[in-house]
């Protein structure tokens, strides 16, 4: 069992991360409100999506940033040791390979992406526009 030091909720799950309060409004708000060792990874994997789906509407979704265009694209968020990128089922499917070869772990819909000074960017992008174009998404 764990405790967050910050609002006192306890969770079974000693790596589940949550929003201590109010849900951010915007993505800033959404990054600042992380640790700030991890800040520049999140900007960086937010600066990526919003240049592979321009046109996307950047929004707080499920208490994450979110990537909607008639439907939510992709979404990404903070964790204890990994970024979460969810991008859905057939994403996952399409390039597990990749994923694999960026050292990345995945599960049905998810992507977990090591907190690093080398993110797979140019694989992030791919996966969001694969999404934007195809109509799977999250």
């Known amino acids: 069992m764990r405790n967050c030091p910050k609002c006192g909720r306890s969770f079974a799950n000693t790596d ?3 929003e201590c309060g109010k849900t951010p409004g915007t993505v800033e708000e959404y ?7 991890v800040r520049d990874q999140l900007q960086s994997i937010r ?5 592979a789906l321009p046109d996307a509407l950047e929004k707080i979704s499920w208490s994450m940033p979110t990537y909607w265009q008639g439907h ?8 204890k040791k990994h970024i979460g990128l969810y991008p859905g ?15 990345c772990k995945y599960s049905k819909g998810s992507v977990r992406i090591p907190y690093s000074d080398h993110l797979p960017l ?15 998404h999250a």
Do not use: P, Y
């Open 122 to 136: 140019s694989l992030v992008a791919e996966i969001a526009a694969w999404c934007r174009e195809t109509g799977n």
């Open 89 to 103: 089922t057939e994403a996952v499917v399409q390039f597990a390979e990749k994923l694999e070869q960026a050292g």
């Open 72 to 79: 939510n694209i992709i979404h990404f968020a903070a964790q």
């Open 31 to 37: 990054i600042m409100a992380q640790d700030k060792s």
């Open 47 to 51: 600066a990526v999506l919003r240049k």
């Open 16 to 18: 589940r991360s949550h």
